[in-house]
């Protein structure tokens, strides 16, 4: 038996927070009955399962976002089947009158939405959506001839044009609790039971000493971030034995922290000029709205060279050997390996060295950018469905506004001059812990007990690469 009155459905997807999320707060407004929902989307079609990491931080995170909802007067209902499947059997039984959800951009969840959309109009309901988690939606945003960007700089000009971003709503005090129904309130799986959580083994240890999932903790980064680092962020970023960059990317890759916060934030605490160092860190915002960009108009971006040049691309023969040591960080180049353990400890990976880990990976071992995308979609936190195959897609030359072909990062030449004395990579491979500053690049230079010796030459392999990139026939996009 359904409730006798209306009720409202709210559906939590990329928008895990109470702050700034415009679905839960007009749901709340209206004073129903409320539910809110999370479906783990593994059985939805097309939608990209999560990775490893990405699955360890989501269990945290459910549990603090469950937590937050109880202590509202609320309770979050957890499901797993079909996403489409779930709100229609909860809409219904739980008669609700409106369904609540904010905008996401990738095509098979538009797909679900749209058909959700039609369902929900065809049955008296409303549904209404909202934007929380791109201050530009993509479609917005047009060049001069009506399509879409393929340049970061005009882009994100563009966007600044726009007009004003607006400012973020504050979280609901309370929530209606959610409506009975003659068979009780709505079931929820236990979190639990979704098995989230990496088990033998469990290599977890690093992210939990590393992390702290939820909003709290994204709000708390935020501030510490905004009190200080910012007004270094144009040197600081590209030190990766510094804490010089936000480390933001997790929280708002599950929008932990919506984006508006974050800019409104900046704003508050600048309200008058932008210093240099600000604008840089409010840029790199804008890579990520930039990447949503793209995949929204290009939604196999993962799968697909942007530049269709690239489809005849000569890749090298996979080496399973060479793959397991740029994974493991037994490359014998301690920037790359350094990164590679670092991603594997803490699920996250300093930016610079994300470029040059990549670039050795598709450049000097000349494997396909997919093989290193789904590699780091895995184990990233903040394994992104837009930023992270656009960044690989980036350093390949595959991708839009890409990196010249001829930029292979030399990862002895990125570490003498990012990380002199070596701070960064004795964190990462004790092996070397002993070296001087000046050894510590080289260490083949010298005796480094148990660190391996060079998986290829840095010359060589950077001249097989050139060859390739050169066959490439890139005259026609
Ligand atoms: P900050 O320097 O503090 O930047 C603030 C925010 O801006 C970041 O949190 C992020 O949301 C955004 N941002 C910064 N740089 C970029 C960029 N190059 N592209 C898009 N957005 C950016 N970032 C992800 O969020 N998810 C990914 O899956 C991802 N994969 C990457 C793969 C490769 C091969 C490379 C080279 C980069 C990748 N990046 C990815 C981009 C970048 O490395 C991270 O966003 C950044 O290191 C996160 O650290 P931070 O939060 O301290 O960044």
Known sequence: MAPTGKTSLVWLRDDLRLDDNPALAEAAGLGLPLTVVYILEEESVGV??????????????????????????????LRREPSGDVIRKLATETN????????????????????????????????????????????????????????YSPFWRACLASGDIREPVDSPAALPAPAASGRGLPASDPLKSW?????????SGGLAATWEPGEEGALRRLEDFLDGP??????????????????????????????????????????????????????????????????????????????????????????????????????????????MRQLWQTGWMHNRVRMAAASFLVKNLLMDWRIGEQWFWDTLVDADGANNPANWQW????????????????????????DPDGRYLRTFIPELEK???????????????????????????????????????????
Not at 115 to 124: I, Q, S, Y
Not at 403 to 416: A, C, D, K, L
């Open 230 to 339: 910012i007004e270094h962020y144009g040197a600081g970023r590209n030190i990766p034995g510094a804490e010089g960059s936000s480390r933001l990317s997790p929280h708002l890759r599950f929008s932990e922290v919506s984006p508006f916060r974050v800019w409104h934030g900046i704003r508050r605490r600048f309200p008058r000029n932008v210093p240099a160092d600000v604008g840089t860190f409010r840029s790199e915002l804008g890579w990520r709205e930039f990447n949503w960009h793209l995949l929204y108009h290009n939604p196999d971006l993962a799968t697909r060279n942007y530049r269709p040049a690239f489809d005849n691309f000569q890749w090298g023969r996979l080496s399973r050997q060479e793959l397991a040591a740029w994974q493991q960080g037994r490359t014998g180049y301690p920037l790359v390996d350094a990164g």
């Open 195 to 203: 098995q989230l959580l990496p088990s033998s083994p469990d290599w």
């Open 435 to 477: 070296l001087s500053g000046k050894e510590i690049h080289e260490p083949w230079t010298t005796e480094a007990d148990g660190y391996p010796e060079p998986l290829v030459d840095l010359a060589e392999s950077r001249e097989r690469a050139l060859e390739a990139y050169r066959q490439l026939d890139d005259g026609q996009d």
């Open 48 to 77: 990209r399962p999560l990775g490893g990491a990405s699955r360890w931080w989501l269990h945290h995170f459910l549990a603090t976002l469950s937590a937050a909802l109880e202590a509202r007067g609320s309770r979050l209902v």
């Open 96 to 151: 609700a009158g409106h369904i609540f959800w904010n905008r996401r951009y990738g095509l098979p969840e538009r797909t679900i939405d749209a058909e959700l959309k039609d369902w929900a109009g065809g049955n008296g309901i409303e549904a209404s959506s909202f934007q929380a988690n791109l201050l530009f939606e993509p479609w917005t945003i047009r060049t001069g001839a009506g399509g879409p960007y393929k340049v």
């Open 395 to 418: 350093v390949a030359g595959s991708g839009a506004d890409a990196s010249p072909y001829y930029r292979i990062f030399n990862p002895v030449t990125q570490s003498r001059k990012f």
